[in-house]
């Protein structure tokens, strides 16, 4: 292996729920050539924002979830800023204390003491001595959140949750102890320091973050290509549901769900038809969906069509990974290649 090689920045484990990491290559390989900018509009755990930042692109990223915005800031916008000695000492001073989480998610997602940890740290990162500082320790403590909660996603009951983290009953059932389940906040987080620190490079290039609606933002921006990657209505999409803790944890309130959220079948033909009249200021417009969404293939050409005649669907079977259900259904990924004609 060569010096390249071993400094090649890689994208770190994030495990975001419907996240294109295993589609990356053929995804990228299949982008217009000679485009340099990327509006990832949304982003989720950042993966395809990441991937576009190591092929030399530009990226503007954005996501409406808070969480997910901290995750593109540190490891997309920032190219240089990592966590030291210094900083670590700062969030993990201290006593836990009884804060937002202890008060609204005890016996609900965690168990009090490690409600009162996670307000600890949360009071802490605020005295990080920048931003991007601060998105850092969100994206690693929200590493570790989701490491100690079954499946991965806030939105089980407690009862289920206290089963799950049972590491007799898991082995019983399961014949894995899943021990990582009942490990501390800060031994995930130290254990994954390093490779979220070693993620922050710079590709000389512009990056930037947004945290909003995608309908307020595709009149503001301009790159060549606009990748979509929204909710597949119809699958396991709840995004709110998923990771909305992770913004309360951050907004220090709770929140309501958020709308545009590509959920409601009835509303979604009209949402994608607001969608791709809107798009005038990207030369290119990436879509993935697959064939267990609704709307269907069809149904979505017929709706692009009535903004560009120059559209081509690759397809590729793959399917996502859910933990927590048994079957995984066969599932072929489609890639929407538009071009803007209007941009010519
Ligand atoms: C399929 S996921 C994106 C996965 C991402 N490409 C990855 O690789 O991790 C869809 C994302 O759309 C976001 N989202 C849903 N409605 C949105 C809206 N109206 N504006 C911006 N983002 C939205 C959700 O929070 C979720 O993160």
Redesign the pocket.
């Known amino acids: 292996m060569n010096s390249k090689m071993i400094n090649e920045p890689s994208y770190p484990k994030v495990n975001?729920i419907?996240?294109?990491?295993k589609l990356l290559d053929w995804l990228f390989d299949s982008l217009p050539k000679g485009t340099t900018s990327i509006f990832d509009?949304?982003?989720?755990?950042?993966?395809?924002g990441y991937e576009a930042k190591r092929r030399g692109y530009s990226v503007i990223s954005?996501?409406?979830?808070s969480i997910?915005s901290k995750l593109a800031h540190a490891l997309i916008e920032n190219s240089t800023e990592t966590l030291d000695k210094k900083d670590l000492d700062t969030i993990f001073t201290g006593e836990p204390l009884k804060g937002f989480m202890y008060k609204n998610y005890s016996e609900v997602f965690f168990f009090p003491d490690e409600c009162m940890e996670l307000d600890l740290y949360r009071k802490n990162i605020d005295k990080l001595s920048s931003e991007y500082k601060k998105s850092l320790a969100f994206s690693l403590i929200r590493r570790a959140m989701i490491r100690k909660m079954p499946y991965s996603r806030f939105n089980l009951n407690w009862d289920n949750i206290k089963q799950l983290r049972d590491e007799e009953y898991s082995y019983e059932k399961y014949k894995r102890r899943r021990a990582y389940h009942n490990e501390s906040f800060k031994s995930h987080f130290m254990k994954e320091l390093s490779v979220y620190n070693g993620a922050v490079f710079d590709n000389g290039k512009h990056h930037k973050t947004y945290n909003?609606?995608?309908?307020y933002l595709l009149d503001k921006i301009h790159a060549d290509i606009i990748y979509l990657?929204?909710?597949?209505t119809g699958t396991m999409n709840n995004?709110h549901g998923f990771y909305g803790l992770l913004d309360e944890y951050i907004a220090q309130k709770k929140l309501e769900p958020?709308s545009?959220?590509?959920r409601d079948k009835k509303s979604i033909l009209e949402l994608f038809d607001k969608l791709f009249s809107n798009l005038s200021n990207f030369k290119y417009w990436i879509l993935s969906y697959n064939n267990g969404a609704y709307p269907s293939k069809e149904e979505l050409i017929e709706i692009i069509s009535r903004y560009s005649d120059d559209i081509e669907v690759i397809e590729k079977p793959h399917n996502y990974q859910i933990t927590g259900k048994a079957k995984k259904s066969k599932n072929m990924e489609y890639l929407f290649i538009i071009k803007n004609r209007g941009l010519e």
């Open positions: 975001y419907g996240n294109k990491e509009a949304f982003s989720g755990g950042s993966s395809i954005n996501d409406i979830l997910n909003d609606d995608v309908f990657d929204p909710p597949y995004y958020f545009n959220n590509f």
